[in-house]
């Protein structure tokens, strides 16, 4: 079982950026698909990225397309979220998610395995 923490959190202003990470226990996240979403306020959770198996295919989000990375650190077992050009619209709640099909799904039943949610706020 993958189980996905946060190690980042917090307040940025507008056109910072800010790292989250998500790092596995009982499992090795090279072995998963592993994705991000965010939750705004009284909405369902959207799809923001999805790291391949590869760990180099990713996918986007329009929204967050040439703001966002999603990499990993296989030595660490830890995959992160870059965010750059961070903008008031982007604060959110980000939750990792992470599914041992090998499909970069964009939809949340497509994941098997989630982190606590992690607060994010961009102020303008």
């Known amino acids: 079982e993958v189980r996905c923490r946060r190690m980042g959190e917090g307040l940025v202003q507008a056109e910072g950026s800010l790292r989250l990470s998500c790092a596995a226990t009982?499992?090795?996240?090279?072995?998963?698909?592993v994705a991000w979403f965010r939750q705004f306020p009284g909405t369902e959770r959207e799809f923001v990225g999805a790291l391949s198996m590869n760990g180099v295919t990713a996918v986007y989000a329009d929204s967050v397309k040439g703001r966002f990375t999603i990499s990993r650190d296989d030595d660490k077992n830890i995959v992160h979220l870059q965010m750059r050009n961070l903008k008031p619209g982007d604060t959110a709640v980000y939750f990792c998610a992470a599914t041992y099909r090998n499909s970069a799904s964009r939809a949340t039943s497509g994941y098997d395995y989630w982190g606590q949610g992690t607060q994010v706020t961009v102020s303008s």
């Open positions: 009982g499992g090795t996240l090279s072995s998963y698909v």
